[in-house]
């Protein structure tokens, strides 16, 4: 006889939500600070560059200027930088495919 255990549905529960959390974080103009973090973390920023850098909201770290970023980052805000410039380029296309 094969024996219940309570603790299956959730664990299948939390399965299904993990599939989410596979997908790559994003960055854009309404992100929240631990999104911002999690997108540092996943682009492979060092810990001081998402610690600096991962208290901001989306719209706030996408309206810094290069030299804004060195300043808070010298270490890699132009890396930085160059990635957020990807991230505006396709901002601006998925509005322009959006008419926005």
Known sequence: ????????????????H???????PTLNR????????????YK???KITVRCLGVLS???????TRDEIKTVCPEEGGRVFFQLQAVKSSLALASENYGH
């Open 44 to 46: 492979g920023f060092s």
């Open 58 to 64: 989306g719209s706030l770290l996408l309206g810094m």
């Open 1 to 16: 006889m094969k024996k219940n255990n309570v603790l299956e549905p959730v664990e299948e529960e939390e399965e299904e």
């Open 30 to 41: 309404k992100s929240r600070p631990e999104d911002v973090k999690a997108w540092l973390q």
């Open 18 to 24: 993990n599939i989410y959390q596979d997908l790559p």
